[in-house]
T-cell receptor, first 112, second 113 residues
Framework: NAGVTQTPKFRVLKTGQSMTLLCAQD?????MYWYRQDPGMGLRLIHY???????AKGEVPDGYNVSRLKKQNFLLGLESAAPSQTSVYFC???????????FGQGTRLTVV | GENVEQHPSTLSVQEGDSAVIKCTYS??????FPWYKQELGKGPQLIID?????GEKKDQRIAVTLNKTAKHFSLHITETQPEDSAVYFC????????????FGRGTSLIVHP
C-alpha cells in the first residue's frame, strides 16, 4: 500500500523559476488537499479538490495553481517562485467527509 | 469559517507523566474532531478521533474528550514515553458541502527520559 506519494521530496529553486509538485494516491479518494507548513503556523490550506476535474482555493492560494485531471493525482504548480514560498508542502487525501485524512511525506522546498 | 485554537504550543514532560493538549473551535456545526501526530520528517498521521455524539473516547494510553457546549476538546496522553515526542495537531470539520478540515497550529510535545 503506497497511500499518498509526493514527488519530489526536496527541491531548491531560484527566485522566478517554476515547478510542479505531484501528489498521487492509490486509495480512490475523492477529496485531495495541498497544505503548507511553516514554523508556528501549523497547516495552512492552499488549494483543494472534491473530485476529478474540480479545484478550489483555500486559505493561502496566491502564487499557486492546481489541477486534478485524474482522480488519483493532484498537482500543485508554482509559476514564479518567491522566497516566501520556502516551506514544507503536504498533500492529503480523504475518502469522504469526516473520515481520516492520509498525508504524504512532504516536499521541502527552498527558494533562494 | 471555522477557527481552531490549540494550546499549548510547546509541552515538556517527564517520562511517565501525563500530557494534555487543548483545542477550541468556533463553528457549532462542526461534528468531527480528529487528532494527528507528526513525527520528525514525516506527514501527520491520525491517532484518534471523536464525533459530536460522543463525549469521550479512549485507545490505550490516549483519550480524547469533547465538550460541545463549551466548544472545546482535549487530547490526554497517560504514562508518556519518549516515542510520544512529536507535534500534535487537532482539527475540526463538519459534514456537507466542500469538506475542509481546519487544523490547529500544533503542539510540540517533548518527553524527557
Amino acid at each position: 500500500n503506497a497511500g499518498v506519494t509526493q514527488t519530489p521530496k526536496f527541491r531548491v529553486l531560484k527566485t522566478g523559476q517554476s515547478m510542479t509538485l505531484l501528489c498521487a494516491q492509490d486509495m480512490n479518494h475523492e477529496y485531495m488537499y495541498w497544505y503548507r507548513q511553516d514554523p508556528g503556523m501549523g497547516l495552512r490550506l492552499i488549494h483543494y479538490s472534491v473530485g476529478e476535474g474540480t479545484t478550489a482555493k483555500g486559505e493561502v492560494p496566491d502564487g499557486y495553481n492546481v489541477s486534478r485531471l485524474k482522480k488519483q493525482n493532484f498537482l500543485l504548480g508554482l509559476e514564479s517562485a518567491a522566497p516566501s514560498q520556502t516551506s514544507v508542502y503536504f498533500c492529503a487525501s480523504m475518502d469522504r467527509p469526516n473520515t481520516e485524512a492520509f498525508f504524504g511525506q512532504g516536499t521541502r522546498l527552498t527558494v533562494v | 469559517g471555522e477557527n481552531v485554537e490549540q494550546h499549548p504550543s510547546t509541552l515538556s514532560v517527564q517520562e511517565g507523566d501525563s500530557a494534555v493538549i487543548k483545542c477550541t473551535y468556533s463553528d457549532s456545526a462542526s461534528n468531527y474532531f480528529p487528532w494527528y501526530k507528526q513525527e520528525l520528517g514525516k506527514g501527520p498521521q491520525l491517532i484518534i478521533d471523536i464525533r459530536s455524539n460522543v463525549g469521550e473516547k479512549k485507545d490505550q494510553r490516549i483519550a480524547v474528550t469533547l465538550n460541545k457546549t463549551a466548544k472545546h476538546f482535549s487530547l490526554h496522553i497517560t504514562e508518556t514515553q519518549p516515542e510520544d515526542s512529536a507535534v500534535y495537531f487537532c482539527a475540526a470539520g463538519k459534514s456537507g458541502g466542500s469538506y475542509i478540515p481546519t487544523f490547529g497550529r500544533g503542539t510540540s510535545l517533548i518527553v524527557h527520559p
